[in-house]
């Protein structure tokens, strides 16, 4: 899996799970709270789309992940 297809399945994952935690008709609910997390991942996505600035695709290439080819997505 390349670099920028591992950040967007961490953002998807993690939204998914923080809503479930957060949404009180989830069967999985602890506390509404947890939708400020979505509310980050969202910011975080919103603010790395204009800035290039990522801190978990700075983690991941310090972990081996090798980016996409260029043209390919």
Request: net charge positive; hydrophobic share 55%; with cysteine.
């Amino acid at each position: 899996m390349t670099l920028e297809r591992t950040v967007r399945a961490f953002a998807g994952v993690f939204v998914l799970v923080s809503v479930a935690l957060g949404a009180p008709a989830s069967p999985l609910f602890i506390s509404t709270y947890w939708l400020w997390f979505t509310a980050f991942v969202g910011a975080n996505l919103l603010q790395s789309s204009f800035t290039g600035f990522c801190p978990l695709e700075m983690i991941l290439v310090r972990l081996g992940v090798r980016p996409a080819a260029s043209g390919s997505n």
